[in-house]
């Protein structure tokens, strides 16, 4: 019978080795990340009159809590080539192109630019106790601008020429509020670490330039300028304060 009890104590202490090291590091406390961005947007209400889909760009930087509660910053660029409201049209010849300096056709590109400054604020729904992966959902406001900006590469067509390219820009600012629903994945390891996010725009705007040249009227109507897109963020996170954890 002697053997046998040594074999099962020793059987026993190997089956505790083994289980003390099994370990799995959860990140427990607070979280800085910043990160990048890229995705599509669609634009609605006023917006959706002078522009098609446009790309974004974004840079953020935002701090999770023991809670998973988030705040942050975003700066979001907009840009796209699919302009809707011809605003040199008096100035084009039947074919579609304008009359240079020198007397020859020559063209200018219209196309759309944009920002957003935004503090956001929400809270992270995670799956699991044991991860800090979740549904993420924020609210924000901030700043929105946006304004046409003319390609012509040979600085050819006067009518655009210095400053009075401000007559027919559309410079366009005002306050924005921003609300964003996704996903959000930082792995255990540390190694993968992204974010999938739908995001909402709701732009209070008005046009900054006193008059447009191309109408010969004010600018200073109310808008309302909509957006909807999807952006996959890449984050870069930095843990404070997080404790290993032991599991048996």
Not at 93 to 110: A, N, R, W
Not at 111 to 120: E, H, S, V
Not at 217 to 222: A, E, K, Y
Request: with cysteine.
């Amino acid at each position: 019978m002697k053997p046998v009890l040594l074999f099962l104590l020793l059987l026993s202490c190997n089956t505790f080795i083994f289980g003390q090291e099994t370990t799995e590091k959860v990140n427990d406390g607070d979280i800085l990340y910043s990160g990048i961005s890229y995705g599509f947007n669609f634009p609605g209400g006023d917006l959706a009159d002078r522009y098609g889909r446009n790309l974004q760009f974004s840079l953020f930087s935002q701090h999770i809590t023991k809670s998973d509660y988030f705040y942050g910053v975003d700066f979001t660029f907009l840009f796209g080539d699919n302009v809707k409201e011809d605003v040199l049209a008096n100035f084009r010849t039947k074919e579609g192109y304008f009359l240079g300096s020198g007397g020859l056709g020559t063209e200018v590109f219209l196309r759309q630019r944009g920002l957003t400054l935004t503090g956001n604020f929400g809270k992270i729904f995670l799956l699991s106790k044991n991860s800090r992966s979740g549904i993420k959902a924020g609210i924000g406001a901030g700043v929105m601008q946006h304004n046409l900006r003319f390609l012509d590469d040979n600085n050819a067509v006067a009518q655009i020429g210095g400053d009075l390219r401000k007559g027919y820009d559309r410079l366009t600012r005002g306050f924005t509020l921003r609300q964003t629903i996704g996903y959000q994945l930082l792995s255990k390891n540390r190694r993968m670490n992204f974010a999938l996010d739908f995001v909402f725009l709701q732009g209070f705007t008005k046009e900054v330039r006193k008059i447009n040249f191309d109408t010969g009227l004010p600018t200073n109507q109310n808008r309302l300028d909509l957006g909807f897109g999807i952006q996959l963020s890449w984050i870069l996170p930095f843990y404070l304060n997080s404790k290993e954890t032991i599991y048996y």
